[in-house]
């Protein structure tokens, strides 16, 4: 403090205009690469879903079921037959039958 009561800002040292610099390119930089760091993550999860989606796909195309009549001519059960020729097991499958009656479209 000076005899006035005030602060005197020719006392205080903070440093070279270098050294400021420096220190806000440095944040600068480190700020840089976490927010390309955190780009390329997200890229690559984003990649890693896709393939994941296209992975499930691939295998459900190779999934097949037709109609085969009626069980032992009963007039509620029906014989369908499914085929897995991927190379995955298929869990908790289901199938539905529908049946249209009339002329189509």
């Known amino acids: ?3 006035g009561g005030g602060v ?3 006392a205080i040292h ?3 205009l270098p050294g ?4 806000v390119g440095t944040v600068a930089a480190v700020s840089l690469a976490l927010y390309q760091v955190s ?5 690559r999860e984003a990649d890693k879903r896709e393939a ?9 195309r190779r999934v097949s079921a037709w109609y085969a009549g009626d069980a032992m001519g009963g007039d509620s059960d ?3 037959y499914v085929v897995n020729g991927s190379d995955q097991p298929v869990y908790e ?6 049946i249209a009656q009339g002329a189509g479209p």
């Open 78 to 80: 029906t014989l369908m």
């Open 52 to 60: 994941a989606t296209a992975n499930r796909r691939r295998q459900a």
């Open 8 to 10: 005197n800002f020719h």
């Open 39 to 43: 780009k390329e993550r997200s890229a």
């Open 20 to 23: 400021w610099l420096g220190a």
């Open 14 to 16: 903070l440093g070279d």
């Open 93 to 98: 499958a289901v199938a539905w039958l529908i």
């Open 1 to 3: 403090m000076n005899k």
